[in-house]
């Protein structure tokens, strides 16, 4: 995929009452934040209606435009070198506490060397 590929969809639209009841999307709607709303709601087609909480609140028509290769590939490389760089540090965290436990054991079963 050399070139981003675009296609089209239908999915269910739902919120949660947990966080957004209708009245939030009724709101959002009178005062013309469609852009809220639109980042605000889960798209979906899995039902929710049994899940605590969620309320199917439409159908939407969505349009998505995948990225080429080369880009979503070197996205997934900055992700894994990211989560790479939080294992390290957590690591250096953990050898960091074994070696501090190692010194203090040290000290305490140290003996130091008589004076003539």
């Known amino acids: 995929m050399s070139t981003p590929t675009t296609f089209t969809g239908t ?3 739902w919120t949660t009452c947990k966080w957004h009841d209708i009245r939030y999307v009724t709101d959002c709607l009178a005062q013309g934040k469609t852009e809220d709303l639109v980042s ?3 798209y979906t087609n899995h039902d929710m209606s049994d899940c ?3 309320v199917e609140v439409g159908v939407a028509t969505i349009t998505v ?3 080429t ?3 979503i590939a070197s996205k997934e490389l900055e992700a894994l070198n990211a989560q790479l760089q939080k294992v ?3 690591n250096q965290e953990r050898e960091n506490a074994i070696l501090d436990q190692i010194s203090k054991l040290q000290a305490i079963t140290y003996e ?4 003539f």
């Open 88 to 90: 390290r540090a957590e």
């Open 69 to 71: 290769l080369d880009v």
């Open 52 to 54: 605590e909480d969620w």
């Open 112 to 115: 130091a060397p008589e004076k």
């Open 40 to 42: 605000e709601l889960t």
């Open 65 to 67: 435009t995948l990225h």
């Open 11 to 13: 999915v269910k639209v």
